[in-house]
């Protein structure tokens, strides 16, 4: 099928999934903007113009080089964050007038939709329309759904991701590189698309090989014996090298920033762990995760906090074990395992957890296979009403102590 006709075919198929995403983000908004109001705040400031946006936008206004230093010693810089949104603000903001932050926000906002696609896509390819349709919504109405509507990073990894992961499943490898590239320049997270990457090459590698073997070394072209050598080398090693070009532009995005910001303040190679350090934030296994929860039991009410983390996390095991039991593909599961581990094992920063969690969507397959074999009905007040519960979480938690 020509390419023209293919995208307008698959806008169609997804376009289900594409309404009710756009839905449950507006009954979202609409929740926040009620409770903003009645608080007396500006709905589209929280969403635009506090916590991570402001450290966006001023990199888009003035480039790198801004940092806070706290009365503790610490030092928050903005190398901490990644330059694609910035950069992509930056250049929105030039070509339309908008300020940096609208712009993050009109970028935040077709990312989503894009992720949502993106989602749509990968579950569609591997069990159906409307597993996928289930897959978009389940997570248009995580309980931190609302980040995906601001001018955070989330939703334009999310959607770099997606498309990332369909493209390594259906074979597209230089896409599937390029996109891991970028998703390595937008969150540090991006090691896990990388990761995803280079699992689908290696097994790709390793299909080849064996099919080769299994036909005896034989290499045809166009049906017919080589007659040459080097025609024959040549088709031989052509299966191996678009998944290696994809393996090899997958982690330049990632490792380009890192070096660069070793290089910016002089300490090498691993500098960007040291900019992480400053906001108290690395890597340790998860010991001070469950440190966090452990004080959380040792009183009431605070244990009901401390039960709660506790079920997520076996909850999570659950969803990773059931897709595991389902046969997902293992490139999926390398990306789900890369980001949880990420999220879960980082040293600081407890309440992002949930939102660090949000491009672990291969997660919600089990459950959206589960609500795509259901009735219509059913699935449809299990998904309302979850949109529901998440639009006044939502707009409760942007009002309170909101995303660090």
Known sequence: MPVAAARPRA?????????????????GLLALALWSGARGKSAYT?????WDSLWYARVASGGYGYEVRLPNGDVHSDLAFFPLLPGLERLLADVTGLSYADAGFVVSLLASLAAAWGIFAVADHLYGPRAGVCAVLLWAVLPVGVVQSMAYSESLFM???????????????????????FAGLTRPVGLAVVAAVWTGAVTSFVRTR???????????TDGAVSATRAPALTARLAPFLRPALGMLLAPLGAAGYVLWVGHRIGRGPLGYLDVQAGWRNGFDG?????????????????????????????LLAWLYVTGVRQRQPLVLLVHSGVVTALALCASSYFGSKPRLLLPAFPLLLPLALALARARVTRSAL??????????????????????P
């Open 286 to 314: 998860g010991y001070a995760f469950a440190r966090f929860v452990a004080a959380r039991l040792t009183s009431f009410p605070s244990a009901l906090a401390g039960l709660a983390l506790i079920t997520g996390v076996g």
């Open 159 to 181: 959607a770099l991701a997606a498309w990332s992961l369909y493209a390594v499943l259906t074979g597209r490898w230089v896409s599937a590189g390029a996109l891991a590239l």
């Open 46 to 50: 929280l969403l635009t113009a506090r």
């Open 210 to 220: 064996s099919a080769g073997v299994e036909t005896g070394g034989a290499t045809r």
């Open 382 to 403: 299990v998904v309302g009403g979850a949109a529901v519960a998440s639009a006044v979480y939502g707009a409760f938690w942007l009002n309170g102590s909101g995303p």
């Open 11 to 27: 806008l169609r198929r997804a376009a289900p999934a594409l309404l009710g995403y756009a839905s449950v983000r507006v009954l």
